[in-house]
C-alpha cells in the first residue's frame, strides 16, 4: 500500500498533468501541491513560494479539503484548472493585483471552457476580485475532464472526513452555449470589452453537442457516495464576540458578553445587540 500522503498527491499530480496537455500544450511548468482550509476559498495559486537547495524555485497549487468531499469531483477539477490558468497568466501574461481577474485571465478561461463569473453563473460579470466559474457543455474542459475519467479512471483516493457548515456551492454543473449566449444577451448583460465576444464566439463555433458524452459522471458530492459513519460532524467555533449598541445614538462596539461599558455622550449604558 502507498504511502496516503503518496495517494493524495498523486491524484491531484495525475489530474495537473493530465489538463496541462489537454488544455495548455504541455506549456506549464510542475507545482507543489499543498492542501490548505483556508475559509471560504476552495483553490489557491501562488508564484515561486518554493526553492530548493539548488536554487530553483516552484510555485503552489493549494487545494482546500474541507470542500473535496462536499464537492462534486467536476468541481474539484474545475478548482483545479482555475488555479492553472493563473499559473499560467504568471508564467506567460500580466497578471494584476493580487487576487483581482483581470480580462487577460478570463479569456483564457473562456477559451479553455470554463465561463468566469462572479455569481457562478451565467450573466454574472467576468472581471472582478472574486471570481466563480462554470462549465461550457462541450467544451475543451468538458472534453478533457470527460477524458480524464475514460483514459484514467481518476478518482480522489482520500478526502476530508469533518463535516463541516461550508458556504453553498452555486452554479449547475454543465451550461450549454445556447444557455451562455442567452444570458450574455439578456438586459443584465455586464458591459465587456469586444474582445470577450470574439473569444466567445470562437469557443462556441468549435463545440459540437453530438459529441458531449451521454453518460454523464454522476452529479453527487463526493460525500454522499460514502456511508454516513465515515464522516464526523464539526462543531461551529463558540461565538466569542458579541455587538453591544447605544440605545440612543446606535454606536456599535463589539466585545464579550459581559460587557459593562458606557456611552459618554449619551450617558447611557450599552445594550446586548441579540441580532
Known sequence: ????????????????????????EGSLPAVIFVV??????????????????????????????SYMAQSRLIEVMQT???????????CFGK?????????????????IGLMPSTTGEPGGAITGQHMNDYVVAGGPFHKAFQSLLEKHAFRLLWVDRRRRHLPPLV?????????????????????????????????F????????????????????RMPEHFFVPVAAKRKTRYRHICPRCETKIYGKWRLDIQCNPCGVDFELDDE
Open 1 to 24: 500500500m502507498k504511502h496516503p500522503t503518496q495517494e493524495l498527491y498523486s491524484s491531484l499530480t495525475q489530474a495537473y498533468d493530465h489538463f496541462n496537455e489537454a488544455l495548455f
Open 36 to 65: 490548505s482550509r483556508q475559509p471560504a476559498v476552495m483553490g489557491h495559486f501562488s508564484d515561486q513560494n518554493w526553492v530548493n537547495v539548488q536554487g530553483h524555485t516552484c510555485g503552489e497549487i493549494g487545494i482546500n479539503p
Open 80 to 90: 483545479l484548472v482555475h488555479e492553472m490558468v493563473h499559473c499560467w497568466q504568471y
Open 95 to 111: 497578471p494584476s493585483r493580487t487576487f483581482y481577474h483581470n480580462q487577460q485571465w478570463s479569456r483564457k478561461m473562456i477559451s
Open 171 to 203: 452554479g449547475p454543473t454543465l451550461v450549454t452555449p445556447e444557455d451562455v449566449a442567452s444570458a450574455l444577451a439578456s438586459g443584465t448583460r455586464p458591459a465587456v470589452a469586444a474582445q470577450f465576444d470574439e473569444a466567445i464566439a470562437t469557443l
Open 205 to 224: 463555433q468549435d463545440i459540437d453537442l453530438n459529441e458531449v458524452f451521454t453518460e454523464q459522471e454522476d452529479d453527487t458530492p463526493l460525500m454522499e
